[in-house]
């Protein structure tokens, strides 16, 4: 992830919108980022990864306290960051949770949080939106940045984002703590999870194997027997008897089918004669219908002969109805022209009040006219009322403003005056300070006077402790020197009395003596076993040599002490002289006061100072209150004269009225009541007039009909009377005597067919029963009845025997099955036993390895966790050998511990000067912050091998370089050079005046009353 350019709004010390864009770097891959305490140097790294995650980069604070204090209460807290990862472009936007005043009334609203991301065109300024990848969804956001960037807000301060307070966590952690660190950065939560996969498979084979084992034994249980040999026995007899069983089965089953032939016969032979009875019954039925069926051939033969009346006695029944709808139809219309005379009555009554009342039109008008004009000298009353009453508001208003101002011009000049008491009163601040300062330099000078003379007393008493360890070097070297050359020439004197004892022994009477060569021996030597050699001789003369080379050595070094302790009492007497016989105490004492004197003058010339500028902005003030109060006194005059104006338009309108005020409401309601009733007045004669002439037309459309309606009964008599003549011929010419003959011998032709049908029904029944009466005697002829229930009863007891003989061969058939299938799972389950056994072995085994039961005690996570420490300590012992010139290199510590705590993951420093290894934790301030950066680069290298897909292409340091002198502050700056080569950005963060010196690319941090700023500063460059 490289950043190109971060927006910020209302954040942190930044007030309004500070925008950093990285691009204005010019291509500079290393740049300082540099500004006073509390500028806002660390806020650029919150609002990176605020933007990107939502938090900051320390995580002390939420983004909602990181709010700016200086920002306007309307201007909303936002962050944007467009970044590049590889060749691809992003923009995440983020508002954090946050409060704004109400758009409407007092008070404020909270805002929840929002955030958007976008994919951009390229990775130039204005570039366009090509696509929104997720909005709104503050945690849809958080996993698509997560998805890009390869890191998690943990993963990414570690590797990418060095916060200042947490940039040593890594190294001075304890092993829990780091790993922990180690398992958000390398997400080896896969390990822990097989640990503890193959400790749950490892116990669930063990509870498998149990489980497996009992019901084998169950199975043997279910058959009774106790050993798989037992089982195969049984299976044996049960086969023997099977075999028995299946031949009686057989034997049944043939036995109860001839049974069943013999009644299947029976059946059927009985069904023939249940035929004949069947056939005999219905014969019968037949016969007795025989009465029945004659009288529906007489039905059939009346009907028939009264088809031929049916034309003339429909034609009278038609006529006759049509008669009595024509008589109907005159009643009624004789009904309705009645009725249509009363509504023409009625209509010509309220025609005649309506032309009554629109006779009172003239009148009404005139009157409707009165009252509009009133309405509308009432309505211009009533608006120069409210016009009077505004510039009464007003007045009041502008009297109240004037008040206020002339308030605010008095306490302003109130309050200059008091700035210019004060001002006069510190007006020789500047010189008090002048003097404070040059007496705290004299006090100082002296006080370092104190200090010299005080440390020469210091080197005077260590010179003279020096000089007596010398004497006492001197003596002890003398002593030994003295001790050696007594032991040199007792051990010379020994040599030559042990010589001459040889020599002795060596005498023979009368011989001469090789040394003296007297013949005489009088007195030889003796004692020659105590002879020293020649090495004891050399060792203690050595001996004696070194003791006056060490007598030497302290001789010169007790004469260079006392010389050296001479020269410094000689200085000392100086110092002491020159101080007069004053005490350090009291130096002390007069430069803190002196101190204090010049801290009260400072206080005091900074007051000034901005007493001068509250001056400036008072008399500003000043001046602004007296015009206001001005400006407010003139709007009084105006207002008092529109007011005043207003009063007589009032009193103006008010006698169009007549002098008495009236409600412009009521009058023009009365008008619109008046207008309403003219239109009423003639909607309704209007209205009147019309119904008069549609009631008269009415009217006459009902007598017209009335008289149709009584031409149309004639005719419909004259029809009947015809009809009646017509039947009274037909029926004197038919065999019926009257009407009621005929009516009861009418039938339709429907149910003349249908009488036909059923006596032609009858006849053929009767012949096919007869036919199959005489077929069956012929077939039957001789045979007798035969007896089912015998028949039944004996296949019954044939098949009763059959179903227990083959129950019994089934069950014994089951039975067998049972056993087989249970000897079966027996084998099945003996086999699956020992497969899981063999697996259980092996499972169990890599468990227990897994989880630390090893010769190395350390579980498989951990494991992981160390391998990759390796590597990264690998890559950040080079990047510290370079910055300690070879001295350090960090190791993980490998010796066993009790196995209860986060085993192999301490780390040790390599120490090439002592040859030893120590805890990492020993390191100095310097040291350790080299060898924090050394580990953070190391992590990022190996992160970065590890995660392909994550691209680490920038990293920021935020402070620690202060604690560097400047021999190891070029080693830390030449690392950093050297890692921007590899392509990555390095912003470095500091207050180190030392870094802007050998950082020469720079993003200033400016603090101001009202919020910081930042530029980039580069050479040949100003970027604003």
């Not at 009774?224 to 007899?237: F, N, P, Q, R, S």
């Not at 029944?765 to 007896?787: C, N, S, Y």
């Amino acid at each position: 992830m490289k950043p190109l350019r971060l927006e910020m709004t209302a954040f942190g010390p930044f007030a309004g919108k500070e925008v950093v864009d990285f691009r204005d770097l010019r291509g500079a891959r290393l740049f300082l980022i540099h500004g006073d305490t509390g500028a806002g140097k660390s806020t650029i790294l919150d609002g990176i990864c605020t933007a990107l995650y939502g938090v900051s980069a320390g995580g002390e604070r939420t983004p909602e306290q990181l709010r700016s204090d200086h920002a306007d209460p309307d201007t909303m807290t936002e962050l944007q960051l467009d970044f590049a990862i590889g060749d691809a472009c992003y923009r995440v936007q983020r508002f954090p949770a946050q409060e704004r005043p109400k758009k409407r009334g007092e008070g404020v609203i909270l805002e929840n949080a929002s955030a958007t991301l976008w994919r951009l065109a390229s990775d130039q300024p204005g570039a366009a939106v090509v696509e929104v990848l997720a909005e709104r969804k503050v945690s849809t956001v958080l996993e698509r940045v997560h998805e890009l960037i390869g890191f998690e807000v943990a993963q990414f301060r570690r590797v990418v984002v060095l916060p200042q307070g947490q940039f040593r966590d890594l190294l001075s952690a304890g092993a829990k703590e780091r790993e922990d660190i180690l398992r958000a950065l390398f997400d080896t939560a896969a390990y822990s999870r097989a640990e503890q996969d193959l400790k749950r498979r490892a116990s669930a084979l063990k509870r498998d194997i149990d489980d497996r084992g009992a019901r084998r034994e169950g199975l043997l249980s279910s058959e009774g027997v106790v050993t798989h040999d037992e089982l195969l026995a049984k299976i044996e007899g049960k086969q023997r008897a099977q075999r028995v069983l299946s031949a009686e089965a057989k034997q049944a089953a043939d036995a109860a089918a001839a049974c069943e032939r013999m009644l299947e016969q029976g059946k059927q032979r009985h069904a023939r004669f249940q035929q004949r009875d069947d056939a005999e019954d219905a014969r019968a039925r037949l016969a007795a219908e025989a009465e029945s069926v004659e009288a529906e051939r007489q039905r059939h033969l009346h009907g028939t002969e009264a088809l031929g009346l049916v034309p003339a006695y429909d034609a009278l029944q038609g006529a006759k109805k049509k008669r009595a709808e024509r008589t109907d139809k005159r009643d009624r219309a004789a009904a309705e022209a009645k009725t249509r005379l009363a509504e023409v009555e009625r209509a010509r009554e309220a025609a005649g009040a309506a032309a009554e009342e629109r006779a009172k039109r003239d009148e009404r008008q005139g009157e409707y006219e009165r009252l509009d004009k009133l309405a509308g000298f009432a309505r211009e009353w009533a608006r120069r009322v409210t016009a009077r009453e505004k510039a009464e508001r007003g007045l009041d208003a502008a009297v109240a403003s004037k008040a206020s101002a002339e308030t605010a011009r008095d306490s302003a000049q109130t309050a200059l005056a008091v700035l210019d008491a004060e001002l006069l009163a510190l007006a020789d601040s500047p010189a008090q300070l002048a003097e404070a300062e040059a007496e705290v330099k004299a006090t100082a000078a002296r006080l370092a006077q104190h200090q010299q003379a005080a440390a020469l007393t210091e080197a005077v008493r260590k010179l003279s402790e020096a000089r007596d360890r010398a004497e006492a070097q001197c003596a002890r070297a003398q002593a030994a020197l003295d001790t050696a050359t007594v032991t040199v020439r007792a051990l010379q004197t020994a040599m030559r009395v042990g010589r001459a004892a040889i020599l002795a022994q060596e005498l023979e009477p009368g011989q001469p003596c090789p040394v003296c060569g007297s013949a005489e021996h009088p007195a030889p030597a003796g004692g020659h076993e105590q002879l020293p050699s020649d090495e004891d001789l050399a060792a203690a003369e050595k001996a004696q040599g070194e003791a006056q080379a060490a007598l030497t050595t302290a001789q010169q070094a007790l004469t260079a002490a006392a010389a050296t302790l001479d020269a410094k009492r000689e200085l000392q007497a100086a110092q002491l002289a020159a101080l007069d016989g004053e005490s350090l105490p009291a130096a002390e004492q007069r430069a803190q006061h002196a101190v204090q004197l010049r801290d009260t003058a400072l206080a005091r010339t900074r007051r000034r100072a901005e007493a001068q500028t509250q001056r400036a902005g008072l008399a500003s003030a000043e001046a602004e209150a007296r015009k206001a109060y001005e400006e407010a006194r003139d709007a009084e005059t105006v207002a008092r004269n529109q007011q005043q104006e207003a009063e007589k338009e009032e009193a103006a309108a008010l006698a169009l009225l007549g002098g008495e005020p009236q409600d412009p409401e009521d009058l023009s309601a009365r008008a619109a009541a008046l207008q309403t009733l003219l239109r009423t007045a003639e909607a309704a004669h209007e209205a009147a007039q019309a119904v008069l002439q549609q009631a008269e037309t009415e009217h006459t459309k009902s007598t017209s009909a009335e008289t149709a309606a009584v031409d149309e009964l004639a005719a419909a008599q004259a029809e009947v009377d015809a009809a009646e003549r017509a039947w009274a011929e037909a029926l004197q010419a038919s065999p019926f005597t009257d009407e009621a003959g005929f009516t009861a011998a009418r039938m339709s032709k429907e149910a003349l067919a249908q009488n036909h049908a059923r006596v032609r029904a009858h006849e053929d029944a009767l012949k096919e029963v007869q036919a199959r009466l005489t077929a069956l005697d012929a077939e039957l002829a001789g045979q007798a009845r035969p007896q089912l229930d015998t028949l039944e009863a004996a296949a019954q007891r044939a098949r009763e025997d059959s179903q227990r003989a083959t129950k019994r061969q089934g069950e014994e058939a089951n039975s067998l099955e049972r056993a087989r299938q249970v000897c079966a799972d027996y084998e099945a389950a003996q086999q699956a036993v020992a497969a899981l056994e063999q697996r259980y072995l092996l499972v169990d085994g890599l468990a227990k390895v897994a989880n630390g039961t090893n010769s190395a005690k350390i579980n498989l996570h951990r494991f992981v966790l160390a391998s990759f420490l390796d590597e990264v300590l690998l890559q950040a012992s080079q990047h510290l050998a370079k910055t300690s010139r070879g001295r350090y290199r960090l190791v993980r510590r490998t010796t066993q511990g009790d196995g209860r705590t986060a085993q192999g993951l301490d780390l040790d420093i390599d120490d090439h000067y002592t040859g030893e290894q120590r805890p990492a934790t020993t390191l100095s301030g310097g040291e350790g912050f080299l060898a924090a950066l050394a580990l953070a680069l190391g992590l990022a290298d190996v992160v970065q091998a590890h995660f392909g897909g994550i691209r680490i292409e920038t990293v920021f340091v935020d402070e620690g370089f202060g604690s560097l002198d400047a021999e190891t502050l070029d080693l830390a700056v030449e690392t950093l050079l050297e890692l921007q080569q590899t392509g990555r950005m390095v912003g470095v963060i500091s207050h180190v005046s030392e870094l802007k010196e050998r950082i020469d690319v720079q993003l200033e941090v400016t603090k101001h009353e009202r919020g910081s700023r930042t530029r980039f500063r580069l050479p040949g460059y100003r970027v604003s």
